[in-house]
C-alpha cells in the first residue's frame, strides 16, 4: 500500500489580537477572495501580523515595492479588530490541511466569527451581482435576513470555504457569496461583496472607488497567475537541474 504524503502546515502569529472577526479569501471563482481582501488590507489600514507557510506551497516569491509577501499572509485591522487572511497562491490540493489550520486560528485568537469570500457560478447576471450567505449561527442569520441578503439554497461551493463547511466545526463560521460568471478576476462582484461586508460588520468603507482601485490589482493578479502557469509547467517538465 502507498503511503501518502503529510501535509505539514505553520500558523506563524507576530501578535495574537483578542476575540476579531477573521475573514478569508482563497482564490475561486472571479478571484472574489483575493480582490476583497487586498482591498480590505489597503483600505483598512491593516498590518502584517504573521502567516501560514507550507514546504508544499508553490516556491514562487512576490514582490511587491521592494517587500517578500507571503503567499497566505495575515493581517490585522486593530480599529474594527478584524484579522484578514490574504492569499496570494493556488492552495488546490490542499484544502483540507488549510481548513485545520483555519480552525487552529479561530481558536489561538478566541475568534467571535470566522467569514468566507466566495464567488458562485452564474451563467448570466443582469443587473445587479446577487450576494447570499451561508451561516451556522441563527443570531447571524437574523442579521442576514435583516439585511435582506438571501440564504444560499441551490449552488455549488469549492475549495477551502467547502472544506470548512463541510467538516463540522465548533466554531461560528459564515459565508458572504457573490455571482459571477468569469474566471478571470472580477471586481465588480467583489465590490458588492465589499458592500455587504461593510453593512454587515459596520466597517463605514465606502466600496465605490473598488472598481477603479480593483482594475489596477487585476492587472497585477494576471501577471501573477501567468507566472504561477508558467512555473508550474517549469515544474512538471523534465529538467536536470535549474542550471540545465
Excluded: C
Excluded at 466569527?113 to 451561516?135: A, H, N, P, V
Excluded at 442576514?144 to 475549495?159: A, Y
Amino acid at each position: 500500500m502507498k503511503k501518502l504524503k503529510s501535509i505539514m502546515f505553520e500558523l506563524v502569529l507576530e501578535k495574537k489580537p483578542k476575540k476579531p472577526v477573521i475573514i478569508e479569501g482563497f482564490p475561486g471563482l472571479g478571484l472574489i477572495g483575493p480582490i476583497t481582501t487586498e482591498f480590505l488590507v489597503k483600505h483598512l489600514n491593516a498590518k502584517s501580523i504573521g502567516y501560514i507557510w507550507s514546504e508544499d506551497l508553490l516556491p514562487i516569491a512576490t514582490i511587491h515595492e521592494a517587500k517578500v509577501i507571503q503567499p497566505i499572509e495575515i493581517f490585522y485591522d486593530e480599529k474594527n479588530n478584524i484579522v484578514i487572511v490574504h492569499v496570494l497562491t493556488d492552495v488546490k490540493g490542499l484544502e483540507w490541511e488549510l481548513s485545520e489550520v483555519l480552525e487552529k486560528l479561530y481558536k489561538e485568537l478566541n475568534a467571535k466569527e470566522l467569514i468566507s469570500i466566495e464567488g458562485i457560478f452564474s451563467r448570466e447576471i443582469s443587473g445587479e451581482y446577487k450576494t447570499y450567505y451561508y451561516t451556522n449561527n441563527l443570531r447571524k442569520k437574523k442579521i442576514f435576513e435583516k439585511m435582506n441578503i438571501e440564504s444560499l439554497r441551490e449552488g455549488i461551493i469549492m475549495g477551502v470555504t467547502a472544506a470548512m463547511i463541510l467538516k463540522k466545526r465548533n466554531i461560528i463560521a459564515s459565508g458572504i457569496f457573490v455571482e459571477s460568471h468569469t474566471k478571470l478576476p472580477d471586481s465588480r462582484a467583489a465590490a458588492k461583496i465589499v458592500q455587504v461586508l461593510n453593512e454587515y460588520l459596520g466597517l463605514n468603507v465606502d466600496y465605490k472607488p473598488l472598481i477603479k482601485t480593483a482594475e489596477a490589482f487585476e492587472r497585477k493578479l494576471k501577471s501573477l497567475l501567468e507566472q504561477i502557469k508558467s512555473a508550474k509547467k517549469y515544474k512538471l517538465e523534465e529538467h536536470p537541474s535549474y542550471f540545465g
